[in-house]
């Protein structure tokens, strides 16, 4: 497993898996940023997609973007299921669900003392 870092590569990585889901219309796109808080991941991205199809294709997007900038998805999760779609980046996990799914595991208010990263759409 890759070393956790103290740059911020993580954070751009974050950012850009928010970019991606948010400009491929998942919905609620947020950036929990866990540093200090989890022990495991620096980040998580958690998003809603609207089909099974549409998580596969944002997460096929993410991992593209993670090897272009030299940090390559170390596992993923779920990819036949139109549920959740997980991908672990080490310092970085995104979560894609789906309504139900984001309701039930409801990882914003497990982790509601992380703060929310603030990230925007590129112009």
Request: charged share 25%; proline share 3%; aromatic share 8%.
């Amino acid at each position: 497993m890759a070393k956790k870092s103290d740059n911020d590569a993580a954070k751009m990585l974050a950012i850009g898996a928010a970019r991606i889901a948010s400009d491929s219309h998942c919905d609620d796109v947020v950036v929990l940023d866990l540093r200090g808080i989890s022990p495991v991941t620096d980040y998580f991205v958690i998003a809603t997609g609207t089909s099974g199809r549409q998580m596969r294709s944002v997460a096929d997007d993410v991992s593209t973007f993670g090897r272009s900038i030299e940090q390559p998805p170390w596992h993923k999760a779920g990819i036949d299921s139109a549920q959740w779609v997980l991908l672990d980046f080490v310092d970085v996990v995104v979560h894609l669900f789906d309504e139900q799914a984001r309701g039930y595991y409801d990882l914003e208010l497990m982790w509601g003392e992380s703060p929310r990263v603030e990230w925007a759409r590129e112009s």
